[in-house]
Nanobody
Framework: QVQLVESGGGLVQAGGSLRLSCAAS????????VGWFRQAPGKERECVSA?????????????YYADSVKGRFTISRDNAKNTVYLQMNSLKPEDTAVYYC????????????????WGQGTQVTVSS
């Protein structure tokens, strides 16, 4: 099992920034994809960013960003802390949602049903 714990959500004004953290523990995989998803009320859960690593810290493949967040969000990883971050800049009211990190062994999928391990979620609210 992989345990994921998110933190860093909150209330911010439009144009502001937040950094979400996803601390991972438990089982490791030779190839691991970590994705950030979000779900707004009445909407489906969507993938906003994801990245795949192999051998612990080797980056594989392209980084995924949803069109709606390209140029504003950045996914990164601190190997020493076993933590994945989502830096969110130039936030908009439409970014308001519960944000989840999720992990799956293997390569990237945008479908949340392809992810076995989920954090509890953290609320991000952007006021206009």
């Amino acid at each position: 099992q992989v345990q994921l714990v998110e933190s860093g959500g909150g209330l911010v004004q439009a144009g502001g920034s937040l950094r979400l953290s996803c601390a991972a523990s438990g089982r490791t995989f030779s190839t691991l994809t970590v994705g950030w998803f979000r779900q707004a009320p009445g909407k489906e859960r969507e993938c906003v960013s994801a990245k795949t690593w192999s051998g612990g810290d080797t980056y594989l493949g392209d980084t995924y960003y949803a069109d709606s967040v390209k140029g504003r969000f950045t996914i990164s990883r601190d190997n020493a802390k076993n933590t994945v971050y989502l830096q969110m800049n130039s936030l908009k009211p439409e970014d308001t949602a519960v944000y989840y990190c999720a992990a799956r062994p293997g390569y990237f999928l945008s479908d949340p049903r392809g992810y076995d391990h989920w954090g509890q979620g953290t609320q991000v609210t952007v006021s206009s």
